[in-house]
T-cell receptor, first 114, second 112 residues
Framework: DTEVTQTPKHLVMGMTNKKSLKCEQH?????MYWYKQKAKKPPELMFV???????INESVPSRFSPECPNSSLLNLHLHALQPEDSALYLC?????????????FGSGTRLTVV | SQQGEEDPQAWSIQEGENATMNCSYK?????LQWYRQNSGRGLVHLIL?????REKHSGRLRVTLDTSKKSSSLLITASRAADTASYFC????????????FGKGTMLLVSP
């Protein structure tokens, strides 16, 4: 299996809702990432997990809460989002932390906050 | 070019032509990577070139790296309609955390 699987592919949520995005990989990769991408912009790093521990939180608001239950799974819990949080959320993984490896990306979750 | 605060450029070419995209970066790097993104979906890793390499090939792709000019180029030869996508270069960010920071991207349209 050489894929990163993200679910759901599309999500519409109200500003008072709680939802979660899920990311899964079975390549034995030990680093996993969440990126946020607005239309016609490059992906922006949100969180990095290295060996299942949160190593980087790029000053992301607390309404986004990451979780790494095991080495194959990465969740992003969403609560009280704002319309400006509408974006494509991308999960990625790499063999290890650092930059010796390319990243494998999932196809993303397109989130709309209403 | 992908550089600084510029908006992504859009290029339109005909099938069969070659397409060259350029990327500039600001700090010293360990390596530089190129990615392709189709229609706002996931990114696909194309090629990784290390700071001590000057040129790398993968199929119809050729990447060059000039560390003295802090620039890289991606050449797609004999383009196809399926090459229509956004192309991003990515390097270490300058925070010291060794994660990827993406350039602004170049949108390439290949017409049949």
């Amino acid at each position: 299996d050489t894929e990163v699987t993200q679910t759901p592919k599309h999500l519409v949520m109200g500003m008072t809702n709680k939802k979660s995005l899920k990311c899964e990989q079975h390549m034995g990769h030990r680093a996993m990432y969440w990126y946020k991408q607005k239309a016609k912009k490059p992906p922006e790093l949100m969180f990095v997990y290295s060996y299942e521990k949160l190593s980087i939180n790029e000053s992301v608001p607390s309404r986004f809460s990451p979780e790494c239950p095991n080495s194959s799974l990465l969740n992003l819990h969403l609560h009280a989002l704002q319309p400006e949080d509408s974006a494509l959320y991308l999960c990625a993984s790499s063999q290890g932390p650092g930059l010796n490896y390319g990243y494998t990306f999932g196809s993303g979750t397109r989130l709309t906050v209403v | 070019s992908q550089q600084g605060e510029e908006d992504p450029q859009a290029w339109s070419i005909q099938e069969g032509e070659n397409a060259t995209m350029n990327c500039s970066y600001k700090t010293s790097i360990n390596n530089l990577q190129w990615y392709r993104q189709n229609s706002g979906r996931g990114l696909v890793h194309l090629i990784l070139i290390r700071s001590n390499e000057r040129e790398k090939h993968s199929g119809r792709l050729r990447v060059t790296l000039d560390t003295s000019k802090k620039s890289s180029s991606l050449l797609i030869t004999a383009s196809r309609a399926a090459d229509t996508a956004s192309y991003f270069c990515a390097t270490d960010d300058d925070s010291g955390y060794s994660t990827l920071t993406f350039g602004k991207g170049t949108m390439l349209l290949v017409s049949p």
